[in-house]
């Protein structure tokens, strides 16, 4: 197996479970670099949901083809898999699952452990140089190693020696692009409002609409509501070279009767000090300073123009989108195995019988929130299986 991250993994110890005899190579020093690092060192598992169908709705990309994967091995499985060896997840209140220790290092001990008591040969600093069927494989140091079946699951591609050994094999590429960024934005009202958030929003661009929550960074928007958005419309807003207007909706529940009622209740106060809530008070005086009412306006005194200012500064605030930065939390590449190049129902290539694909590798991502390791568990899944029988 080709590729010690989280997808070669749970492939690995599930083919070696069921008495297969596996070789885990893995090119970096270290297995699972990525859990390491992710969920901001946390690790987020996967995501509590535990509808096959519901789940496979959160893949911008592979959805149609994770449904049956999911009704195989899904949210649920992960979680008693990960308990049947000793490790217990937890629940956020945004349905994101960690270890309740809060640290990736859990997930790494666990995988490792299980890869060893199961009997899979682990070789890190073991890259695979290259590999020809039926299959035997150069390593980076010379070594030449045969088996009978081999999975690639070495992550995504998004530098061309990422998908090479896929291709060598016959298959072909989606593009890679990033996916799950955020955006920057160079409005200065904006910057003087840095750690704010808002718990819902809409954002829109692209012919795209995303509700949740949003942040605001030094550079400009981040939240889930911004990285759903990149994620739904990675190929879309690369066309567009990252520049684009994003209009914002700070108030969903915005309803004009809301600002009448600001007039008639507290005509005497000023408008920059009276937020309607729950936006945060410093949001709201850009955004009543921003709609060009001077900040002495009480509101007995606002007129209907400026009202109406107010309520487009509230529901549809243009700003400029001039470019984008990955999310430190959490970052996937779009793009990869083309996906009818391969059977989900045992992770084998239709080009090349006897190679399994899993992961990243695919042209699969998911947004935010624990979505990427469940597809990468459950295609491992998938694949061991397979590879065992
Ligand atoms: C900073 C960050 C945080 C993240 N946080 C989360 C999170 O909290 N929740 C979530 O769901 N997703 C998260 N993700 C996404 C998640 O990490 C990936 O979706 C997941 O790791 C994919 O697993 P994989 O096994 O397919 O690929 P990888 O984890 O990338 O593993 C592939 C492995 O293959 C190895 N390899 C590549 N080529 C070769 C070769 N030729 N020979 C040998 N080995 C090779 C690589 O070195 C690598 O170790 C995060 C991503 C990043 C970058």
């Not at 190579?25 to 987020?44: A, D, H, P, Q, T």
């Not at 699952?97 to 290092?105: A, G, I, K, L, R």
Request: glycine fraction near 10%; charge should be positive; proline fraction near 5%.
């Amino acid at each position: 197996m080709v590729g010690g991250g989280a997808a070669g993994f749970m492939a690995a110890i599930t083919a070696a479970e069921a008495g297969t005899q596996v070789t885990l190579l893995e090119k970096g020093r270290e297995f699972l670099s990525k859990v390491k690092i992710s969920g901001g060192g946390r690790c987020n598992v996967t995501h509590a949901c535990f509808d096959p169908r519901e789940f496979a709705t959160r893949f911008p990309r592979g959805e149609s083809e994770l449904i049956s994967p999911f009704q195989r091995f899904q949210a649920r499985d992960t979680v008693e898999w990960f308990e049947a060896r000793g490790v217990k997840l937890k629940t956020e209140s945004d349905g994101r699952m960690f270890p309740v220790t809060d640290s990736s290092q859990t997930i790494i001990d666990c995988l490792v452990g299980a890869a060893k008591a199961a009997g899979v040969k682990l070789r890190a600093g073991c890259g695979v140089e290259r590999a020809s069927r039926p299959f035997s494989v150069l390593l980076t140091d010379g070594e030449t190693m045969n088996c009978d079946r081999l999975l690639l699951a070495t992550g995504g591609c998004r530098t061309d020696a990422g998908g090479k050994l896929a291709v060598s094999f016959g298959h072909t590429l989606e593009p890679p692009l990033p996916s799950l960024f955020t955006f920057h934005i160079a409005t200065p009202w904006l910057h003087r409002l840095a750690g704010i958030s808002v718990e819902t929003v809409e954002v829109a661009a692209a012919g795209l609409r995303e509700r949740g929550a949003l942040l605001v960074t030094h550079t400009g928007l981040s939240g889930p509501a911004i990285l759903r958005l990149s994620a739904w419309g990675a190929r879309e807003l690369h066309k567009l070279d990252y520049r684009f207007p994003l209009l914002v909706n700070w108030l969903p529940s915005f309803r004009p009767e809301m600002l009448a009622a600001c007039r008639a209740e507290q005509p005497a106060r000023l408008v920059v000090n009276t937020p309607l809530p729950p936006l945060p008070a410093r949001l709201w005086e850009q955004l009543v300073l921003a709609s060009g009412i001077d900040r002495e306006t009480r509101w007995a005194r606002l007129s209907k123009a400026e009202q109406r200012r107010l309520t487009q500064q509230l529901t549809r605030t243009e700003l400029p989108v001039t470019g984008k930065s990955l999310n430190k939390e959490e970052f996937v590449t779009c793009g990869g195995v083309r996906l009818r190049e391969v059977n989900f129902k045992t992770m084998e290539s239709r080009v090349c019988p006897g190679l399994y694909l899993a992961g990243e590798l695919l042209d699969i991502d998911g947004i935010t929130g624990g979505f990427n390791f469940q597809s990468a568990w459950t295609t491992g899944w998938i694949a061991g299986h397979a590879m065992a029988l």
